[in-house]
């Protein structure tokens, strides 16, 4: 047998030429990344100065405060640290293949040196300034060193506010709880959040590490594992967990008339542990004083305190059940107080209506018909998917252009669809050329705006309005994920139309910078200087420089339109801030949201102009921060191009839907809430309310009473729009007692429509119709909906105006509609039928005495007792019905209104009140709800009144 020697192989590894080569090529990539955002960081200081370093140095000084108070640790004496006690305990494992050394696991025991404890510490705070950043905070406490006061001298008192018994007119949250939101939003909520969280790491976790982890001693066996000291520090730390919550008790958003004994609960139970933690480390020998007897006397005194506790508030709890308005009342007063500061409430302006409808004679048609004749022309019958429709064709065939919105506007008292555009990357580029295409060539928006009179669909030559119509910064597209570019000195222009960028917009780079922000100037520009226009989406462009303010709205940005000054084109950005009031009692978490004020973006050379508006605590404070960027003064061409954010306007409507009550018992008894009508949005339009003089650009919201049956109206809201009258809001209500004239919501106008004859047998005739926005106007006397009806030309695509329909909105027992191919014939056709009404004179029953004694009648064969009260004094009253009774035909109605009125509420009680107002005759029952007496009652008119329309 013969043996070989065999040479073993060795493995093909790169040399170390190649190894070396790697590292430098990854140092590189790192030292690359790094420059160019360096570069960035650079360029954004080269193109907006201070107004870029602003923000920044406020997130950095409230993040490194906040992380600071969170994570920074004082104890330089035993110098412990979490972290690292893990990161050394991890590395001993490893390095142990599976096993400890004992000496290494006593937390108590560990150690770092005081250079490594201070480094930690900064190191800390760096990267907690990310974590807790702020830039609301930072801002108050740089204005407080200037010397702006937020009134923090004034929170001391609200530690008396749970012990102190408020009253039904919400003055205890007038006097000491409002005056404390600016310093309570600004500075206490975040410092209160930053304290929580050092509580939880630096105490509460490092203090369960020393509990649960076994001294030297202990670990070797040396020691039985000592239980008491575990027991008087678990001890101790629940106790500081109860004493924090009882702290927080004060600040909560949801103060009641429990709020007192759970605070004196958390403080016992906190004393309580703490005597035992006291107590136990007095006594820490092992395991020979952990007896019974004590552990019981620990167990029952918390079992006690929290039986006492929890029975105190469960019986209060019961007896606001019975004595809602005595003991929830007052809280509920506070709480709607507070959120009518939040949302401004006490500055709406509500104005009942009178839906009485008239009956017009010939004479008074033509006269109310030209008297109206100016608002008439200018009702909105043209909508955004309508307008859409009709201007997308006018792109063409522009492969590189596509609608980004439509946003209403209005010059001169008449109303237009702006449609902006944005640049798009044409699906016919290839990949080779995508590069240089969109940095390149699509830079820009050529004549980025088109318009639509909303009036009569007409498209509008732009340029009558707008002079400058190229966007350069504007949303969407292009705009939003890309830049652009440019060779400082060219001879010809690669933009689209040749067209060659003259504005103040961008800013220079030169090689070898311009190389490190992008690796193809390398390759192509070796030497020449480039112009970069960066941050072109108006949302970025301005949230980079803003942050305080919020740009989104349920997942959507915020709405911006374009104005103009006649020669430059911009778009107007609302400043709206949100404010968290978790910390505010009675704001039940509801946040305060302020209109600062707008920015003016130049859309060619991106310029931004910041006017403030507010008057409130917030835009103080901007204004004190910001002066020598912002303006007070409104321009005065944009005085009447101005727009009241329609997001800001939803989230008042939303809160006036619950806090326009301002009495805590029609509030707990929640009959009178409101609510927006389903698929309803806000319409801005030309419109004449009650008390103004001449049609006005204003945003309108109806609103419907939640919950009840028919879907009707409670009225609407309006805001103004036209500065100063800016964010003037007026509601114009029906009075809920009223139930012979009702108010149709957009859901009846349609029904209305829908049952029309004439527009049954018309719609057969329309191509494809589509039913447009419902509007509601008060032309003259009469409150109606104009709903426009459109329907395709030819090949579908273009929209076009079928038949306007003008609905009445007062419901009486009759819809009246018209039709026609304007407004002005639409409404006419509506007065028309309105005009049809017959006056019915009723005709004689019996004399008074009869009729009275008939309607008592039916309550004596009903075996029901009739009690006649001196005063009556409900907590709420309900009118179930009102009934005429003035003729004979009207009885058998007025006997079935009775009888229902009977089955439903007079069997509930042993008797039923009767009393009589002029020639009302009213019949009630006084209903126990809870502690609440509601009177239900229904009125009969006996008399036919002598002043009839």
């Not at 929170?155 to 006097?175: C, D, M, Q």
């Not at 968290?580 to 102009?609: A, E, F, H, I």
Request: with cysteine; aromatic share 14%; net charge neutral.
């Amino acid at each position: 047998m013969e043996y070989y020697r065999v040479e073993p192989v060795r493995p093909s590894l790169p040399t170390r030429k190649i190894l070396i080569a790697i590292i430098i090529l990854f140092a590189a990539f790192i030292t690359w990344s790094l420059g160019s955002q360096m570069i960035w960081f650079w360029l954004n200081m080269k193109e907006f100065g201070e107004l870029f370093i602003i923000p920044i140095y406020f997130e950095l000084a409230g993040g490194i405060i906040l992380a600071t108070i969170a994570f920074m640790r004082l104890d330089i004496i035993n110098r412990r640290s979490l972290t690292w006690w893990f990161i050394h305990l991890i590395a001993n494992l490893l390095k142990g293949y599976g096993s400890i050394p004992t000496s290494k696991i006593d937390f108590k025991e560990f150690k770092l040196p005081t250079p490594k404890f201070l480094m930690w510490q900064l190191t800390k705070i760096l990267l907690g300034m990310f974590i807790f950043r702020d830039y609301i905070f930072g801002m108050a406490v740089y204005a407080m060193i200037q010397g702006w006061d937020p009134g923090l001298n004034l929170v001391w008192p609200i530690f008396k506010l749970p012990f102190t018994n408020p009253t039904l007119e919400g003055s205890l949250a007038k006097s000491e709880v409002i005056p404390l939101i600016p310093s309570l939003t600004l500075i206490v909520g975040p410092v209160l959040g930053a304290i929580s969280i050092r509580l939880i790491i630096l105490v509460g976790i490092t203090q369960l590490a020393r509990i649960f982890t076994p001294t030297v001693e202990e670990a070797t066996g040396a020691k039985p594992v000592g239980l008491s000291w575990r027991i008087a520090s678990f001890e101790g730390l629940v106790s500081i967990g109860l004493f924090w919550t009882m702290l927080n008790s004060f600040f909560s958003p949801t103060i009641d008339f429990n709020t007192r004994y759970l605070i004196i609960g958390f403080a016992a139970a906190g004393a309580a542990l703490a005597i035992f933690s006291i107590t136990d480390w007095r006594y820490s020998k092992g395991f020979s004083t952990l007896t019974k007897r004590r552990v019981y006397i620990r167990l029952l005194s918390l079992f006690m305190i929290a039986l006492i506790t929890g029975s105190v508030t469960a019986i209060n709890s019961s007896i606001a059940d019975t004595r809602k308005i005595e003991w929830l009342g007052p809280y509920v007063a506070q709480q709607i107080t507070v959120n009518r500061y939040l949302a401004e409430l006490d500055q709406i302006k509500e104005i009942p209506l009178n839906f009485t409808p008239t009956t017009p004679s010939q004479t008074a048609t033509s006269t109310s018909e030209a008297s109206s004749s100016i608002l008439l022309d200018k009702i909105r019958l043209w909508d955004w998917d309508a307008a859409y429709a009709k201007l997308k064709p006018e792109i063409g065939l522009i492969p590189y252009l596509d609608y980004e919105d439509s946003d209403i506007i209005r010059f001169n008292g008449t109303l237009y669809w702006a449609s902006t555009m944005k640049p798009i990357l044409p699906k016919t580029v290839k990949p080779q050329d995508r590069w240089y295409a969109e940095h390149f060539v699509y830079t820009h928006a050529p004549d980025g705006l088109l318009m639509l009179n909303a009036h009569d669909g007409r498209i509008i030559q732009t340029s009558n309005f707008f002079k400058q119509r190229r966007i350069y910064y504007g949303e969407g597209g292009l705009f939003s994920t890309t830049w652009a570019a440019y060779p400082k000195e060219r001879d010809r222009s690669d933009e689209l139309d040749g067209f060659f960028y003259n504005g103040k917009g961008g800013v220079d780079i030169k090689p070898p910078l311009s190389w490190i922000f992008e690796f193809n100037f390398f390759l192509a520009y070796r030497d020449k200087t480039i112009h970069l226009l960066r941050y072109r989406d108006i949302y970025d462009r301005v949230s980079l420089l803003l942050p305080y303010f919020e740009y989104y709205f349920a997942g959507k940005t915020i709405d911006i339109f374009p104005v103009t000054d006649g020669s430059n084109t911009y778009y107007i950005v609302p400043l709206i801030v949100r404010l968290n009031t978790n910390k505010v009692p009675w704001s039940n978490n509801n946040p305060l949201m302020r209109l600062l004020g707008y920015v003016l973006v130049d859309t060619y050379n991106g310029d931004m102009k910041i006017i403030v508006l507010g008057r409130d605590y917030f835009s103080q404070l901007f204004k004190t921060l910001y002066k020598d960027y912002i303006t007070e003064e409104v321009p005065e061409w944009l005085n009447k191009q101005t727009r009241y954010p329609e997001e800001l306007f939803n989230w008042k409507v939303s809160m006036y839907n619950y806090y326009h009550i301002t009495d805590p018992v029609t509030y707990i008894v929640a009959k009178e809430f409101l609510e927006v009508p389903a698929g309803l949005e806000t319409y801005y339009i030309m419109t004449q309310p009650p008390g103004f003089d001449e049609p006005e650009f204003m945003g309108l919201l109806s609103l419907e009473l939640r919950g009840a049956l028919g879907r009707n109206l409670a009225g609407y809201m309006v805001v103004r729009n036209d500065y100063p009258n800016l964010g003037e809001m007026r509601f114009y209500y029906q009075p809920l007692k009223e139930s012979r004239v009702k108010l149709l919501g957009p859901t009846g106008a349609i029904e209305a429509l829908e049952k029309n004859p004439e527009f049954a047998q018309l719609k057969t005739l329309l191509r494809q119709p589509r039913t447009g926005d419902n509007i509601l106007y008060r032309i003259g006397d009469h409150e109606v909906y104009f709903i426009p009806i459109y329907t395709a030309g030819a090949g579908g695509v273009v929209a076009e105006l079928g038949v306007v329909a003008c609905v009445g909105a007062v419901f009486t027992g009759e819809y009246y509609v018209g039709l026609g191919k304007t407004a002005q014939e639409a409404y006419m056709k509506y007065l028309s039928e309105v005009s049809k009404i017959e006056k019915l004179q009723p005709k004689p029953l019996e004399d008074l005495e009869q009729r009275r004694a008939n309607i008592i009648n039916i309550f004596r064969q009903a075996n029901i007792t009739l009690a006649a009260p001196k005063t009556l004094n409900p907590h709420a009253s309900y009118l179930e019905a009102t009934v005429e009774y003035t003729s004979k035909e009207q009885w058998k109605s007025t006997s079935r209104v009775l009888e229902e009125f009977i089955a439903e509420w007079s069997t509930r009680t042993d008797k039923t009140l009767m009393w009589q107002e002029d020639s009302k005759l009213n019949f009630g029952v006084l209903i126990n709800v809870k502690g609440i007496v509601e009177l239900h009652y229904v009125s009969v008119n006996l008399e036919t009144s002598s002043g009839g329309g």
